[in-house]
């Protein structure tokens, strides 16, 4: 077969088509089950505490099983009226169904007049509109005039309707001055509306379909006076640009080490120092009895004997360094990643310290390490590598030089000094003398690299691959789209190829009994022990900078909500593996007095009803908003600063009055037993709810959607750990990374933008944060590992919730790969092609305009030609990378990066939510007497199970 020849830079897209698929269609196989990171690691043989379940979805986690927890024999009455409740529209009042329905037809018929009156306005300017065109704009003009008649008259029953109420004390006055008020803005702007599309004679009216040639051509004047009247009319809020791409490696610039203190003078000793020596005043532990649960914290120095040594040691062999800068993830995340930096190591020892009455402080100061063992340290081949890895991961480096050679990397540093006696380093002789402050740092440790197998790929194989895939494919150099590559010759070639490598494994007797990691080589800790702890530092100190009791509120990663009139600052460390929401609830007790006696928000209608935003942690309100109206839109801003680098960056999100968001953060890896305690608040709160008890509408929505997301940032590092080791990548999250998860609304708006119906939303994820500090050999294996884990990640925001709730979900590679496998042809646009293609694709001005601003900053897009559907939900997806970092964005219609689409599944999915929001309101009240959720926390079992099997106990055998 003669081979097709395509030009590199056509042939970018083409690997690109081929990944999107690669990655889409192994997301079915059995590394979809995610990972537990104890076992990855191979740290320590996994606990199987949760092989009790019995799930019917091939053993993957599945929380839909919470939802048909509303159940008949628990409550009969309300299950039969959610059955009940299939029109969204519904009312307890007649007058308010009627609105409804009124509302949505005169929306509708002014968005499609709206657009007529653009395609005729073209027409008459061109001089050849056609007379069906007229007619059609002549039937639209009189559809909204009488559309218009029926809102009016569904308003002024409900004004009947709302005196009636008011006269019999059932709701608020405030209400019914807000309902006439709207009228008064409604009628006022939708007569200048109404006077200009008034524009056919009387006789006009009458003429049918077969008299179209008797209507009289609208003048160019007067459409342009209807389109002035709709110029500014927007029937969804406008999409926030992001300013940058949301994956990207990280670009942290941190200042150089420094070699004086404060007072301009290099100290090698902390008595040196003029600070308080004092054991007393570092002994306290409120700070972190106030911001963390250290319960697990005091039972580890309970089983540690509250032995200094033990504690030393369990630090220094069980978790292992990550290079970022400051104390981002606090000593619980610490803990139970098993892993953290020099701040965050530190603060667990001190914290087990202290709760053991040992007195302990921070030691701050800069350190010269040899070249080898610094690689050692970071867990890179070489000295350059580590340097470099230390630095874009925010921490102050510096390389010592000589002969030319990289001899040692100088690095600011936190350790630990704690009070103990100085000639028994066991810290058992509890005498009054011979207490000293002993230096201590369970960070530093060294790694002994253990060679795998090396990368199974032929690269002759794939370059083979590559070019007999791009022959099953359609493309167009000049034009510059690709198409209907052959999803199923991919995969199957990708099988083959893999099962060719898995036999050559299995017969050999050494491979076969390797974990994953093993194959490919990994670093293994060198562990010590010793019945004393180590006499000193194991690197030369330069400077010892500071000592502290606690850390400066400079060093600290610090996150900043702001919504409405919230501005609320915490430390990352006090949001690490925290459930935060922000949820609406009623303004006033006249807003909350509406809703209740309607029977929830989507039974209002929304001009109607202020809330305000509740930003809640962990179930406890730290910030409430002001007044806005139920339906309208905010803007949620998020700030990531760090004073000491002088770091600043900021996302910005579009919430809906009336929805339910919880913002989830990765603090570098989302451990496994985070999710499980998650998962298990859910199993707790669904054993309340059996025993008719009460719980809290962020117990069981919060929790909900924040386990979607923390389940999202699990899974996408156990493949970006998988992806990093075949090229020896050493990669980490020197900042927090950040996903907002919800349960939406759908809002109807107004041609004036106002919001006057509301649906119930599906579930979305929009992961807008995720900055990765890397290094590699090579920069174009670098810059391959962001494509890569990058297009995974998006994969994930489809995937989750296809394998959490078992149904049809949407991202930016799942349009990609519908639109591949519809024969859509599917551009790549840059700078050189942007005027000629942007024209052709059919698609909205909005996202055309969104592709020229990253154009426009030297970015590639790839995009559809036009809106796809996939179930109930129709839009587009596009892909914005910079090909020289692999930093990108996976965008779906909307901003998102993530939604639940539809489907019978998703109905039942949306039926259930519905119902919470009738009963409930999202208003954060009380469930009480029915149960939302069920025993659903199967596939979540599975996933650390099936993983365990497949990683540990000869996954190559189970393929």
Same mark, same amino acid.
């Given at each position: ?33 995610a ?49 009940h409740y299939n ?40 001089g050849?509109?056609?007379?069906e065109?007229?007619?059609?704009h ?42 006439l ?36 051509e ?20 406008k ?86 800068f ?57 000295? &350059?590598? #580590?340097?470099?890895? *230390? ?6 480096? @510096?390389?010592?030089?000589?002969? $030319?050679? /990289? !001899? ?8 630990v ?6 000639q ?22 060294t790694?002994?690299y ?9 690269? &002759?194989? #794939?370059?083979?691959? *590559? ?6 494919? @359609?493309?167009?150099?000049?034009? $510059?789209? /690709? !198409? ?51 006499? &000193? ?43 935060v ?9 006249a ?81 496994s ?7 298990a608040?859910l ?44 090229d ?9 990374a ?45 810059t ?165 099997v497949w ?9």
């Amino acid at each position: 077969m003669k081979k097709k020849k395509m030009s590199k830079p056509h042939k970018f897209v083409a690997i690109m088509m081929i990944a999107v698929l690669l990655t889409a269609s192994l997301w079915a196989m059995p590394m979809q089950a995610a990972a537990s990171m104890d076992v990855f690691y191979n740290i320590s043989s996994y606990n199987n505490a949760f092989s009790d379940s019995n799930s019917s979805n091939n053993g993957l986690f599945c929380l839909s099983n919470f939802l048909p927890a509303i159940s008949k024999a628990a409550n009969p009455t309300r299950h039969n009226e959610f059955e009940h409740y299939n029109d969204h529209a519904m009312s307890k009042y007649k007058e308010i169904s009627e609105y409804k329905k009124a509302i949505r037809k005169f929306v509708n018929s002014v968005k499609e007049f709206s657009e007529i009156n653009k395609e005729l306005k073209e027409a008459v300017k061109n001089g050849d509109a056609p007379e069906e065109l007229i007619f059609k704009h002549k039937i639209a003009a009189d559809d909204l005039s009488a559309s218009y008649a029926d809102v009016k008259s569904s308003l002024d029953n409900i004004t009947i309707l709302l005196e009636r109420l008011v006269s019999e004390g059932k709701i608020s006055d405030v209400i019914l001055e807000r309902h006439l008020d709207f009228i008064k803005e409604f009628d006022s702007e939708s007569q200048k509306l109404l006077k200009a599309v008034k524009i056919y004679d009387a006789e006009d009216r009458d003429i049918s379909a077969l008299q179209v040639e008797t209507l009289q051509e609208p003048s160019i004047d007067e459409i342009e006076k209807i389109d002035e009247v709709l110029r500014n009319a927007t029937f969804r809020p406008k999409m926030i640009y992001p300013t940058e791409l949301p994956h990207r490696p990280s670009t942290l610039k941190p200042p150089e080490p420094k070699v004086v203190n404060a007072e301009d003078v290099t100290i090698k000793t902390t008595l040196g120092l003029n600070v308080s020596h004092e054991p007393a005043d570092y002994l306290k532990t409120s700070e972190y009895s106030a911001t963390y649960n250290i319960s697990e914290i005091q039972h580890l120095a309970w089983s540690l004997d509250h032995d200094p040594v033990q504690m030393f040691y369990y630090v220094r062999n069980n978790v292992d360094y990550e290079p970022y800068f400051g104390p981002m993830a606090g000593p619980e995340w610490t803990l139970k990643q098993e892993g953290g930096n020099s701040f965050d190591q530190a603060s667990l020892l001190i914290a087990l310290y202290r709760e053991s009455g040992i007195p302990a402080r921070y030691v701050y100061g800069t350190i010269d390490i040899p070249a080898e063992e610094a690689a050692r340290w970071v867990r890179v081949k070489n000295a &350059t590598l #580590a340097a470099n890895m *230390l630095a874009s991961s925010g921490i102050p480096t @510096t390389t010592i030089v000589s002969g $030319g050679n /990289i !001899t040692a990397i100088r690095v600011e540093h936190m350790w630990v000094e704690a009070y103990l006696p100085y000639q028994d380093f066991r810290g058992q002789i509890r005498s009054e003398t011979g207490y000293a402050w002993i230096p201590l740092d369970p960070s530093f440790k060294t790694y002994t690299y253990v060679e795998g197998m090396g990368s199974p790929i032929n690269m &002759t194989w #794939a370059s083979d691959f *590559l070019n007999d895939t791009l022959n099953t494919s @359609t493309y167009n150099e000049t034009e $510059g789209w /690709i !198409t209907g590559v052959n999803e199923t010759f991919v995969v199957e070639e990708m099988e083959a190829s893999a099962n060719e490598t898995l036999e050559d494994i299995l017969a050999d007797p050494e491979l076969s009994n390797r974990t994953f990691m093993q194959l490919f080589g990994y670093w293994e800790l060198n562990k010590e022990e010793s019945n004393f702890l180590p006499s &000193t530092l194991p690197y030369n100190v330069v400077s010892v900078l500071d000592v502290y009791s606690e850390i400066p509120d400079e060093y600290y990663h610090k996150i900043r909500f702001k919504i409405s009139s919230i501005d609320y600052t915490v430390n990352s460390s006090e949001v690490a593996g925290k459930r935060v929401t922000v949820s609406f609830i009623p303004a006033t007790a006249a807003d909350e007095q509406l809703i209740e006696d309607a029977g929830g928000i989507l039974n209002v209608t929304p001009y109607m009803v202020n809330m305000k935003p509740v930003l809640t942690i962990d179930g406890e309100t730290v910030a409430e908003g002001s007044a806005i109206t139920l339906g309208d839109t905010l803007t949620f801003t998020t700030e990531f600063t760090n004073d000491y680098l002088s770091d600043f960056s900021s996302t910005a999100n579009t919430f809906t009055v009336g929805a339910y968001y919880a913002i989830v953060f990765d603090m570098g890896k989302v451990p496994s037993r985070l999710v499980e305690e998650h998962a298990a608040n859910l199993n707790v709160t669904n054993y309340r709810l059996s025993l008719n008890e009460t719980a809290t509408t962020d117990e069981v929505v919060g929790e909900l959607i924040y386990l979607n997301g923390l389940t999202y940032f699990y899974e996408n590092d156990f493949f970006s750990e998988t992806q990093s080791l075949p090229d020896h990548i050493r990669w980490y999250r020197p900042t927090p990374a950040q996903a907002i998860t919800s349960v939406d609304l759908i809002v109807w708006y107004d041609w004036l933008g106002n919001p006057v119906d509301l649906d119930a939303g599906g579930m979305s994820i929009d992961v807008d944060r995720n900055v990765i500090a890397q290094a590699g050999e090579d920069s174009n294996v670098t810059t391959s590992f962001m494509h890569s884990t990058g297009m995974t990640g998006s994969t994930l925001e489809h995937g989750i919730f296809e394998q959490l709730y078992n149904v049809t979900s949407v991202s930016a590679m799942k349009i990609l790969q519908e639109a591949n496998n519809r024969g859509i042809p599917i551009y790549t646009i840059n700078q050189t092609n942007v005027d000629e293609i942007l024209p052709i694709l059919q698609l909205p001005d909005s996202i055309k305009n969104w592709i020229r601003s990253d154009i426009n900053a030297g970015r590639i897009v790839i995009v559809p030609k036009q809106e796809i559907q996939i179930e109930d939900w129709e839009g587009t997806g596009w892909i914005v990378t910079d090909p020289d970092t692999g930093a990108g964005a996976y965008y779906i219609s909307g901003g998102l990066t993530g939604i639940l689409a539809g489907g019978s599944f998703a109905k039942e999915v949306l039926d259930y939510i519905i119902l919470f929001l009738k009963l409930v309101g999202l208003k954060g009240g009380k469930f009480g007497k029915f149960g939302i959720i069920g025993s659903a926390l199967n596939i979540l079992k599975q996933i650390c199970i099936s993983i365990n099997v497949w990683l540990k106990k000869g996954f190559l055998h189970s393929l």
